[in-house]
Structures are given as C-alpha cells and as structure tokens.
C-alpha cells in the first residue's frame, strides 16, 4: 500500500493522480462551502443516481435483447469487505502504540525533561498561533493536499540543489542550537 500512495503523489500514473487529486481538491473545496452532512449528503446522492440509472439501463437493456446476464453489480457484492479479527486487532495495537509514543512525548515536552526541546515545542506552538489566525483547518488541509501532490515532484526534479540548499540551513540550526544549549544552564544533552 505504502508504494502505491508514493507512486500516486509522484504522478506515475497521470490519470489516477488526477483523479485522486482532483476529487479530493473538489471535495475539499465543497467543504468551504457547504457543512460536512450536506456535502457527504449530496456525494450518496450522486453516487446512488449513478448506480440506480445504471442498474436501470442494464435491466432495459436485458428485457429488449432478452439476455439474462443478472445483476450488473453481482461481481462486487460477493466480495468480502468484512474486517477480521486479526486485522482489527492490529490497527488497534498499531493505533494504541501511536497514542502511548505521543502522550510520553507531550509529557516529556510539558514537563520539561529537556529544556532546549521544550523551548522549541513554545516557539513552534506560538508560530503556530499566528498560523491560527491567518488560516482555518480547512485551507491548511486544502494547502497540505495541494504540497502533497507537488512537493515530491519538484524535490525528485531539484533533489540536488535542494539538498544543498537544505544543508546550508541544517548547518546554520545546528550551529545556532550549539550556541544556544551553551548559554542557557541545565540545557546541554544528556549522553
């Protein structure tokens, strides 16, 4: 599943790309105007007229030519679409393990085990109130989906002068912290 995402938001095939990408961008664009029940609403509605004039047609179509091939959905309503046991039990396991790492990381942060670290979780949280006020969750999701589909294409396009772009600034962060865990007491890193 996992080369699948990666070979959908590299764009190896245009028309699954533009198809995954471009419904989420019209769903997600319809969330800004309308509320959350009426757009799920509307999509049921949508895709019900669909199979509902299809299953219609296919059923003139068997009565004029006197065919009996049956239902036109019969292949996709015997597939099992069932979770078992097993698989249930592991997205809980994979989910709790997730849940346990960051509610130790949170504790870690907010209680200060590392002072330089802790510093830098309030820097970002302030940015990210100003990030708060600029936009809503929606246009950072539409922003987010938006980087997600051209942001590895143009990094595999420019990959090296990225790189070295990006290694300059490492350098610079690096350089910074050093000095940083230096002045302020009780900052250094415990080996």
């Known amino acids: 599943m996992g080369g699948s995402v990666v070979d959908l938001v590299h764009w190896r095939d245009l028309k699954q790309s533009g198809l995954v990408f471009g419904s989420v961008l ?40 006197k065919t009996d091939e049956g239902h036109p ?10 979770l078992s046991a097993d698989q249930i039990s592991k997205y809980v396991d994979k989910t709790q393990l997730y849940i346990n790492t960051t509610m130790k990381e949170l504790r870690r942060l907010f209680l200060v085990q590392d002072l330089v670290d802790s510093i830098k979780f309030a820097v970002l949280m302030w940015l990210l109130t100003y990030v708060g006020a600029l936009f809503n969750g929606l246009t ?8 997600m589909f051209s942001v590895p294409v143009v990094y ?9 772009y990006l290694g300059l600034v490492r350098t610079q962060v690096n350089s910074v912290m050093g000095k940083i865990r230096e002045k302020v007491p009780g900052a250094k890193k415990k080996e």
């Open 73 to 82: 959905f019969k292949s996709y309503l015997e597939v099992e679409i069932s």
């Open 140 to 147: 950072l999701l539409i922003l987010a989906v938006i980087s």
């Open 26 to 65: 019209l769903l997600l664009f319809s969330l800004t105007q309308f509320s959350v029940v009426s757009v799920i609403a509307y999509l049921a509605l949508a895709v019900l007229s669909a199979t509902i004039s299809f299953r219609v047609y296919k059923s003139v179509l068997q009565a004029v030519q």
């Open 156 to 164: 595999e396009k420019y990959q090296t002068q990225i790189d070295q």
